[in-house]
Structure formats: structure tokens, C-alpha cells
């Protein structure tokens, strides 16, 4: 994202984490993100790209609701999204005439190893096994865990521009 200053002095805006929330948030069959039909091979370049992010001005209407209506729960550990281009007081400097980027990144924060690595001794059927794959395959397709966050953007004490960030874990 940038920001132009067209004015004769330099602006300090802010930025603000108002929010951070987590949950499912159920995706309509029609919007489930669709596997490309063109299979390409992975090269080294591309096998350690990040997703691409998807921009828009509108939250769906499943969205809305499961962020305002309550469904997601709060976050108390806000590590996962960061600022780039900002100083340590989430300010924003922009001189006169300039446009100047910043960003928001998303790192997904990794859960407790001592509870994969237990899982993964445990000793279970090959049958069950099989079972259990299909089962977390439709789990995939129903669930969509996303980390939310809700960001402010200030001009001295005028809001300027808030906006919400949905990352999708799936």
C-alpha cells in the first residue's frame, strides 16, 4: 500500500493494531479458491513463494458476520502481523511530494511441537489411518481458519482509513 503527500510539508501518519481475532469463517461453495488447471513444475524459484494476496474493497457477507457477529475469538498474541516501513512507534513518515509504501505482513504463528511429536508416536491401524484421511480431507474443504486484523490509520487524531485483514490458513 502507498501513501502520496501532495501538500508542502511532511506528514507523520499512524498506524494501529486495533484487533487481532482468529477462527473459522465458513466459505460459500462458490468461492472456494479453485486449483489451477495448468500444471506446471515447481522450480526452485517458485517453490518458496508465498501466496499471493487477494484485494478487496468489500468484506463477503460471510466474512462480516463471522468477524462482527462474534464467531472468532480474540487473539492475545498480536506477533503474528507486522509493519514494514514504519518506525518502532508504528509511525509513518512522508515527506513533501512523496509517495512512500508500507506494509502489513502476516507470519503464521507455529503451534506446540511436544503435541505433534506425541501424535506421531502413537501406534494406530493402517485402516484407521485411511479413515481418518478422508475424514480431515472434508474437514479442509468445510473449515477455513483465518487470523484476522483490524488496522487504523491516523492523521494526528483523525481516523483516516481503517481496514481489516483476513488470512486464510488453508
Known sequence: MSIQNTGSCPLIFRLSLMDVLEGDIPRPRDKSPQRS???????????????????????????ELAIFGGNLKRSEDRSGFSFWNVDENMQLLVPERKTVEFG???????????????????????????????????????????????????????????????????
Not at 488447471?37 to 460471510?62: C, H, M, Q, V, Y
Not at 511436544?114 to 474443504?141: C, I
Open 37 to 63: 488447471t495448468i500444471k506446471r513444475r515447481k522450480g526452485k524459484a517458485e517453490s518458496g513463494k508465498s501466496a499471493k494476496a487477494e484485494f478487496d474493497d468489500n468484506l463477503l457477507p460471510n466474512e
Open 104 to 170: 502489513v505482513r502476516f507470519q503464521a504463528i507455529s503451534e506446540g511441537k511436544d503435541s505433534d511429536a506425541k501424535e506421531s508416536t502413537k501406534a494406530t491401524p493402517r485402516v484407521k489411518k485411511k479413515a481418518n484421511a478422508k475424514k480431515n480431507v472434508d474437514k479442509q474443504k468445510e473449515t477455513n481458519y483465518c487470523h484476522v486484523a483490524i488496522v487504523k490509520l491516523t492523521l494526528g487524531s483523525c481516523i483516516l482509513l481503517d481496514f481489516i485483514i483476513v488470512c486464510s490458513m488453508s
